[in-house]
């Protein structure tokens, strides 16, 4: 920590963002100088939230059957040393006189929960959790859903049943997007269509390809079913389509994309309450920009050995 700039109890709010990114910035105020609250926030969305595990799970078991653990492993590697990195460049640009504090914490007196204490504290936020994630997701999908029942070619009409996705306004805005993405290897309306929406909400993308695709959401089945189901061959088909062939490459391009831009709206709620709009934009481009680079260069890179 103090190699990036920021006090030991720094590391609280970025184990908490492995989690979930929402608590995790909350967390930012147990440090007492400003500069440090700052720097955490922003590092905090780069640890890779439990929500981005489900997609990691779905893809190394449709792309690596047979690694899928080592896969998902890996990219929890690669989220701490974006952590030293982002925090680096930060300490080494904007902070470079950043203070330095030596460890203090004041520990409370701890005594031994009982059992209902435990469940019940368990149960109240478990459930606050699900409500709240369960609500970004049925909104999302009734967004998606929305746009692709609005035809944005002549000739139909809305909720037609013939109506492709692709001819939707739904397709529209991810045909519009498609072109940013060429460069990483996955420049295709139906890839690009749920980094869309998971930017709203990380566990909307298995959704959003599930009614892309008109087929079943596979994300409780197990790994071999994943690995056959209709949805897993249609999204491998646009991977080889839109890579040119290096379709490996580009899975671990959109994989750290995933990982490196915008979690979710509700994490830059938080970081707006804490650390202000300003930063909050900061921290916006930087992901955008930052994830955009580096599966650019993960694809580039990649597609000359696999």
């Known amino acids: 920590m103090r190699a990036i700039g920021l006090p030991g109890k720094a590391f609280i709010p970025l184990i908490v963002g492995f989690g979930c990114n929402v608590p995790a910035i909350s967390a930012t105020r147990v440090l007492g100088n400003p500069r440090h609250r700052i720097m955490t926030a922003l590092l905090v969305p780069f640890t890779s939230c439990s929500a981005r595990l489900t997609v990691y799970v779905m893809m190394g078991a449709v792309f690596f059957p047979d690694n899928a653990g080592t896969v998902v492993f890996a990219m929890y590697i690669?989220?701490?040393?974006?952590?030293?990195?982002?925090?680096?460049?930060?300490?080494?640009?904007?902070?470079?006189?950043?203070?330095?504090?030596?460890?203090?914490?004041?520990?409370?007196?701890?005594?031994?929960?009982?059992?209902?204490?435990?469940?019940?504290?368990?149960?109240?936020?478990?459930?606050?959790?699900?409500?709240?994630?369960?609500?970004?997701?049925?909104?999302?999908?009734?967004?998606?859903?929305?746009?692709?029942?609005?035809?944005?070619?002549?000739?139909?009409?809305?909720?037609?049943?013939?109506?492709?996705?692709?001819?939707?306004?739904?397709?529209?805005?991810?045909?519009?997007?498609?072109?940013?993405?060429?460069?990483?290897?996955?420049?295709?309306?139906?890839?690009?269509?749920?980094?869309?929406?998971?930017?709203?909400?990380?566990?909307?993308?298995?959704?959003?390809?599930?009614?892309?695709?008109?087929?079943?959401?596979?994300?409780?089945?197990?790994?071999?079913?994943?690995?056959?189901?209709?949805?897993?061959?249609?999204?491998?088909?646009?991977?080889?389509?839109?890579?040119?062939?290096?379709?490996?490459?580009?899975?671990?391009a959109y994989m750290v994309f995933m990982l490196a831009y915008t979690p979710c709206v509700a994490t830059l709620a938080a970081q707006k309450r804490e650390v202000g709009w300003k930063w909050t934009l900061f921290g916006l481009g930087t992901q955008l920009v930052g994830a955009w680079l580096l599966a650019v260069v993960v694809f580039q890179g990649l597609r000359l050995f696999l």
């Open 78 to 252: 690669v989220s701490i040393l974006l952590i030293v990195l982002v925090g680096l460049l930060l300490r080494n640009t904007l902070w470079r006189a950043m203070p330095s504090e030596p460890l203090v914490i004041d520990l409370p007196t701890y005594q031994l929960p009982t059992a209902r204490l435990a469940l019940s504290v368990t149960w109240l936020r478990l459930k606050g959790f699900l409500r709240t994630a369960g609500g970004i997701i049925v909104a999302t999908v009734v967004v998606v859903w929305l746009l692709m029942s609005i035809p944005a070619v002549p000739g139909h009409s809305f909720a037609q049943e013939d109506l492709a996705p692709r001819d939707s306004a739904y397709g529209a805005v991810s045909e519009a997007v498609s072109p940013v993405f060429e460069p990483a290897g996955f420049g295709t309306w139906s890839l690009t269509g749920p980094l869309v929406t998971g930017f709203v909400a990380k566990e909307a993308v298995i959704s959003t390809w599930a009614q892309t695709y008109a087929v079943e959401d596979v994300t409780d089945a197990d790994q071999s079913e994943q690995a056959a189901s209709p949805l897993a061959g249609h999204i491998r088909a646009d991977f080889e389509a839109a890579s040119g062939g290096h379709m490996l490459a580009a899975v671990w």
